[in-house]
């Protein structure tokens, strides 16, 4: 009785899907892409953070009461990169070499806007303790060495962008962009090889 599909799924719909171990999920529609044999939609997972493709026939109603609850997981953006060669996705090996460098982690950023629960984030530091003098320095700074290894480039006007785009649509707080770093210049062009990362 609770496994009703969703009839027509549109971008942005709140929708459940049940998995192979039949637990169900909250997803939200981020795309949906038709073929002529079939319709798939790309999904945000709410509650985990996790995206993927499947059937639009696996989306199923999502009841009210689970719809209101906030979502547990956020996106976040880093802000000044872009993909290589104005590409408009991140390469695999560019995805699968920022989640080496966040994954299970504690990071520090500082958030340059929010919006529901996305965040786009303008720095982005993992900080390591120096015990002996009780200081701490940046371990990676995740922008920093995506240019480094040339899996992105840099993208100076990302904020401005993106509130430019909320111009007249949404009340955005002052910005007050950071002082510049005192960190040496970057060297674009350095190849990322995995037998010796950086």
Not at 115 to 141: D, F, P
Request: proline residues 7%; aromatic residues 6%; neutral net charge.
């Amino acid at each position: 009785e609770n496994n009703v599909p969703v009839a027509a799924a549109q971008v942005g719909d709140l929708c459940a899907t049940r998995d192979m171990q039949n637990t169900f999920h909250r997803v939200r529609v981020t795309k949906i892409t038709a073929t002529d044999f079939t319709c798939r939609a790309r999904v945000f997972y709410m509650d985990e953070g996790k995206t993927e493709e499947l059937e639009v026939t696996k989306l199923l109603q999502l009841p009210e009461h689970l719809a209101i609850v906030p979502a547990q997981a956020i996106e976040v953006y880093l802000c000044g990169v872009c993909p290589v060669d104005q590409d408009k996705q991140w390469t695999d090996k560019a995805s699968a070499f920022t989640h080496a460098l966040v994954s299970g982690k504690e990071l520090e950023g500082r958030v340059a806007l929010c919006l529901g629960s996305t965040l786009w984030i303008e720095s982005l530091v993992e900080r390591k303790v120096l015990q002996g003098i009780k200081a701490t320095t940046n371990k990676h700074n995740i922008r920093r060495e995506l240019v480094h290894v040339a899996l992105a480039e840099l993208n100076t006007d990302h904020v401005s962008l993106l509130r430019q785009a909320c111009d007249g649509k949404i009340a955005l707080p002052e910005y007050k962009p950071p002082s510049p770093s005192k960190a040496p210049p970057i060297k674009p062009g350095l190849k990322y090889s995995t037998a010796n990362p950086p």
